[in-house]
């Protein structure tokens, strides 16, 4: 079965960085684009950041243009965000997703927390 395992989590002072970490299995990783989403407490849950299968094209929200990279390694069945320049509204759980034959998958989220 399709599984989305998240790591990389924390809390952080802004200016700080982190690298978020999705390890996937159960499917063919490689053939699948993937995306980031995250959602903050008492808001809807927002695309943060996604890339296609071959990892040749990315789009981000922008509010982390510039700041937020996406990348996968096939390799490894592994997605990852690097997460730069980080401020307090960045705080919230972020997940991995994985739209499948028609469902969509989601980890279990890691939370993110920027604070001094």
């Known amino acids: 079965q399709v599984q989305l395992v998240e790591s990389g989590g924390g809390l952080v002072q802004p200016g700080g960085s982190l690298r978020l970490s999705c390890a996937a299995s159960?499917?063919?990783?490689?053939?699948?684009?993937m995306s980031w989403y995250r959602q903050a407490p008492g808001k809807e849950r927002e695309l943060v950041a996604a890339?296609?299968?071959?990892?040749?094209?990315?789009n981000y929200a922008d509010s982390v243009k510039g700041r937020f990279t996406i990348s996968r390694d096939n390799a490894k069945n592994t997605v990852y965000l690097q997460m730069n320049s980080l401020k307090p509204e960045d705080t919230a759980v972020y997940y991995c997703?994985?739209?499948?034959?028609?469902?969509?998958?989601w980890g279990q989220g890691t939370q993110v927390t920027v604070s001094e």
């Open positions: 159960g499917f063919t990783f490689s053939t699948y684009s």
């Open positions: 890339i296609t299968s071959a990892g040749g094209s990315t």
């Open positions: 997703r994985v739209k499948r034959q028609g469902l969509v998958y």
